[in-house]
């Protein structure tokens, strides 16, 4: 069964860090770079974070960079999105995805198995 399993929401105040995880079951994941989107509500899913399990090659979002650092653990085929310095309006769901075209994209239409998400609530 080919699936993506997030963990690691929670509630933390603004300025503090959270480690999300995203263990990828399957070896369909190992050979796709993975990502991380997220969706608050009443907005649309956007691109945060995505990482090439081969070489650890990285983007970000440029609302995250220098705060968020995705990262990926190729023998328990994990991918891990480090958080910090948070802040309010990084408030939503998060999901971890793979980036079915291999093409790097920021599109969400360019990602496919998502996993069930989750929340992550940063109070001010």
């Known amino acids: 069964q080919v699936q993506a399993v997030e963990s690691g929401g929670g509630l933390v105040q603004a300025g503090g860090s959270l480690r999300l995880s995203c263990a990828a079951s399957g070896r369909t994941f190992i050979t796709y770079p993975m990502g991380w989107f997220r969706q608050a509500p009443g907005k649309e899913r956007e691109f945060v974070a995505a990482?090439?399990?081969?070489?650890?090659?990285?983007n970000y979002a440029e609302s995250v960079k220098g705060r968020f650092t995705i990262s990926r653990d190729n023998a328990k085929t994990t991918i891990y999105l480090q958080m910090n310095s948070l802040k309010p309006e990084d408030t939503a769901v998060y999901y971890c995805?793979?980036?079915?075209?291999?093409?790097?994209?920021?599109?969400?239409?360019?990602?496919?198995?998502w996993g069930q998400g989750t929340q992550v609530t940063v109070s001010s």
């Open positions: 995805t793979r980036d079915q075209y291999r093409s790097g994209a920021f599109s969400a239409s360019a990602y496919d198995y």
């Open positions: 990482i090439r399990w081969s070489d650890a090659s990285a």
